[in-house]
T-cell receptor, first 118, second 112 residues
Framework: DAKTTQPTSMDCAEGRAANLPCNHS???????VYWYRQIHSQGPQYIIH???NNETNEMASLIITEDRKSSTLILPHATLRDTAVYYC???????????????????FGKGTSLLVTP | DAGITQSPRHKVTETGTPVTLRCHQT?????MYWYRQDPGHGLRLIHY???????DKGEVSDGYSVSRSKTEDFLLTLESATSSQTSVYFC???????????FGEGSRLTVL
């Protein structure tokens, strides 16, 4: 799975858009970009994922550059409850077989600690 | 809500005692995972299962065993707990989409 690079920490004012960048310059053509977040003491929460096109759901938008070497997670109107660690993960969606490649397990790096301030 | 329940949520035990953590799911998903999370290390995969009686090791499997005798339950066992196994343990299942994992609320284990 391709390696990702994220800033260690970011701040955002409440009500403003939070734009969290992720670099994945070694991404392969069949690898997806997944975003998760972890609010203190809770289990990681799935946010969104994409392959090449931009994606949007009720939580966030995912913008992937045309060359797919980087992406940005956008929280359009950040609230205090969005304070969390955000993880960008790259991996194939469909690994061949059940046992190979840790059975679809995701490798979590250190992520970006986002602080939303009043 | 992916219907994942972890038990116990909190446990304090002594070095050398056996401990079993249970992950229960209600939606018949094939893949289940156990991770541990420690300060400075992030989330690390311990073991995973790709079906009943089918399990494999992850990154940090030493000192842990798992069992999956039925689809809904994935058990993580520490045969003889050590202080280095003090951690928060998260269970996850793979949803039916394109690779998303859904996590439980975690089990905090303290080994004295």
């Amino acid at each position: 799975d391709a390696k990702t690079t994220q800033p260690t920490s970011m701040d955002c004012a409440e009500g403003r858009a939070a734009n969290l960048p992720c670099n994945h310059s070694t991404i392969s053509g069949n690898e997806y970009v997944y975003w998760y977040r972890q609010i203190h003491s809770q289990g990681p929460q799935y946010i969104i994922h994409g392959l090449k096109n931009n994606e949007t759901n009720e939580m966030a938008s995912l913008i992937i550059t045309e060359d797919r070497k980087s992406s940005t997670l956008i929280l359009p109107h950040a609230t205090l409850r969005d304070t969390a660690v955000y993880y960008c993960i790259v991996r194939r969606a469909n690994s061949p077989g059940g046992r190979s490649n840790s059975g679809y397990a995701l490798n979590f790096g250190k992520g970006t600690s986002l602080l939303v301030t009043p | 809500d992916a219907g994942i329940t972890q038990s116990p949520r909190h446990k304090v035990t002594e070095t050398g005692t056996p401990v079993t953590l249970r992950c229960h799911q209600t939606e018949n998903h094939r893949y289940m995972y156990w991770y541990r999370q420690d300060p400075g290390h992030g989330l690390r995969l311990i073991h995973y299962s790709y079906g009943v009686k089918d399990t494999d090791k992850g990154e940090v499997s030493d000192g842990y065993s798992v069992s999956r005798s039925k689809t809904e339950d994935f058990l993580l066992t520490l045969e003889s707990a050590t202080s280095s196994q003090t951690s928060v343990y998260f269970c996850a299942i793979k949803g039916t989409g394109t690779g998303e994992l859904f996590f439980g609320e975690g089990s905090r284990l303290t080994v004295l």
